[in-house]
């Protein structure tokens, strides 16, 4: 099933359920797809587009969740969590630090970089070559460990 309708029939089981919470973010989710749609007008949306938007939804929320915690707003940066969580429900898992090195590593022989200044070179290949599967603030930070 596609991760639309996916969301879309977990909206109506928290509306059931009356969990506000979990109904709150399948909402946001639902009205990101929505809007993607109406931007070509299309009847429906690919599983990769659904990912990408639920990715800039999950960046969305941990910055809020961290701008919420620096001004001592545990309650909203709770709820916020909340609704990560259940965006995380729909994305695949990321690859781990161990597997991220190891892709760090082929883009720096595929592209022979040398020092801290090659490290865009680095992640424009390794986004090529994994996009979707790796976590790019986590791939940067090891970029430059590695080549720093």
Do not use: Y
């Not at 639902?30 to 993607?36: D, G, P, S, T, V």
């Not at 919420?68 to 545990?74: C, P, S, V």
């Not at 940066?77 to 965006?87: D, M």
């Amino acid at each position: 099933m596609p991760i639309a309708d996916q969301v879309t029939e977990q909206m109506k089981q928290a509306m059931k359920a009356k969990d506000e919470r979990r109904l709150a973010a399948l909402r946001s989710m639902r009205a990101a797809f929505l809007n993607e749609m109406k931007k070509d007008g299309s009847s429906s949306v690919s599983d990769a587009v659904c990912e990408g938007l639920l990715r800039k939804l999950e960046k969305q929320r941990k910055e809020s969740i961290e701008a919420f915690t620096n001004a001592g707003r545990d309650e909203l940066a709770a709820a916020e969590r909340a609704e990560l969580a259940v965006i995380q429900e729909f994305l695949p898992q990321l690859a781990d630090e161990a597997k991220t090195r190891e892709w760090i590593a082929a883009a720096i022989a595929q592209t022979g970089a040398s020092g801290g200044k090659d490290v865009g070179k680095v992640m424009g290949a390794l986004m090529k070559a994994h996009k979707g599967e790796i976590d790019g603030d986590l791939a940067r930070r090891l970029a430059q460990e590695m080549l720093g």
